[in-house]
């Protein structure tokens, strides 16, 4: 009996018109979606390739120098596509793909004050997840908000009752038809983004990461599904179910992301630009604590290594002492810079947190962070690049710095040059994307309420099949 109704639910939807234009209006901005962000990722990747290509050989063509000047040319740091880039970019969008590599500073991402800060701009970047996350809710809400009470302001409710269906029958037919036809849609479209996006786009792809995302938007539709035939099945009037579905769709999808965004950004302030730079600064000049100045740290460091090797002067030292303090200098400045990037990225973390337990409210936020982490482009992963990069900066400065150290002379620094292989020793950093193993623990909890918030609408369901009396 499910099977005669959902057949026949396809079928009335096959002679309207109406919806057969709203399929064909989604295909084609799907299909437009997807050719934008394939296209988009794949100039993106050749200039990534071309780049880091030339930035290689810029690093080994540039003339023999002293090693602190040579690392100050400096080395880029490119992320690795992801093939999922194509089906959501996420926040890669706005952190960049690259960051410039030289001594002394942690160049650092655009980071925005939230996660979420850019909500409005992600409405006007076409992806294919912004089609799953926002459109086919609209769809379905279309599909779905007349299925009950259609049926009996029509007279065909009793019918089917007569005709041996039971109530429960009719709900999880109508849910299983309107559920069905759009998870066949994303099926389909989340393997055409797959099969297609290696044609451009040179990446490894991740099977499990691509079906953490399928199964993290089956339970979103599933959602809306149970949903729209809900509030189809509990109000009469077909217009009143649809406001209330809108209106729904509105409050999940657009204002709570808004709202929750708002709250984390005022409960875990990140600081400003210019106070970050101005406080790095300071710190660096003038110790962590504020007491242990710059020279004050040189002169106690040069102390302590005459007193160690018990001679009267640096000179005198079995190595240049200069390349050894401005190692030193270097790792205090990377302490420096580790305080502070760990309090932005600890607020934004939090921030994160605090956002992601409106997800018990919205779905939305809940499909938004799986997506993201599935496809390698959340929060945690740019932090990852970042961390990535930062420790191939901090090791190829030493490296340079250890050159100067072990093999020239004080007071060489005019004079000295780095041997021909030098560069060439510098190995080029080869950044890695985390599995999707290591991308679970932070969307732990958006898994859970998704998982919640469709276990919900099922006994929603099964509690309006047992009450329900045809004169309802």
Known sequence: MIYKIINNEWLQWKRDS?????????????????????????????????????????????????????????????????????????????????????????????????????????????????ICQLIIPLLIILFSFNAINGEKNSGTLVMLLSNGASYRQILFAKTLAVFLLFELFFTSYLLATVLSAPLFIHAAADEAAAFYVWLGYSLYFLCWSLLGVFVSSKINNVGSSMALLLLIWMCTNVILPRVSANIAENIF??????????????????????????????????????????????????????????????????KVYDHYFGDVFQSLKNQKKTQAWFAAFSPFIAVRNISMAGCNASLESEIDFQLQAENYRRGFVQNMNNDMKDKSAYGSFETYRVANNKYADIKDLQVDNRPLAWELPSVLLETIWLILWATGLLILILWRSKNQTLNR
């Not at 810029?58 to 040579?70: D, G």
């Not at 793909?97 to 650092?108: A, F, I, K, L």
């Not at 630009?273 to 710059?294: M, W």
Request: aromatic fraction near 12%; hydrophobic fraction near 35%.
């Open 18 to 130: 109406r919806l057969k234009w709203l399929l064909v209006f989604l295909l084609l901005i799907s299909l437009v979606a997807l050719w934008h962000q394939i296209s988009f990722q794949s100039n993106l990747s050749t200039t990534r390739l071309s780049a880091q290509e030339n930035s290689r050989k810029e690093w080994l063509a540039q003339e023999l120098k002293h090693p602190h000047m040579a690392a100050h040319f400096g080395n880029y740091a490119y992320k690795k596509p992801s093939l999922l880039h194509c089906f959501d970019p996420g926040l890669s969008i706005y952190t960049g793909t690259s960051v410039y590599m030289e001594p002394h500073r942690q160049n650092d991402f655009l980071f925005s004050k939230s996660q979420e800060s850019d909500t409005g701009m992600r409405f006007g970047w076409l992806s294919p997840a912004l």
């Open 269 to 334: 302030p990140v600081i400003s630009n210019y106070q970050f730079k101005k406080d790095i600064s300071e710190a660096v000049s003038k110790g962590l604590d504020g007491h242990n100045s710059s020279d004050e740290r040189a002169m106690k460091i040069e102390k302590e290594m005459l007193a160690k090797y018990k001679v009267d002067s640096v000179q005198q030292l079995p190595f240049n002492f200069e390349g050894f303090i401005m190692q030193q200098s270097e790792d205090y400045t990377s």
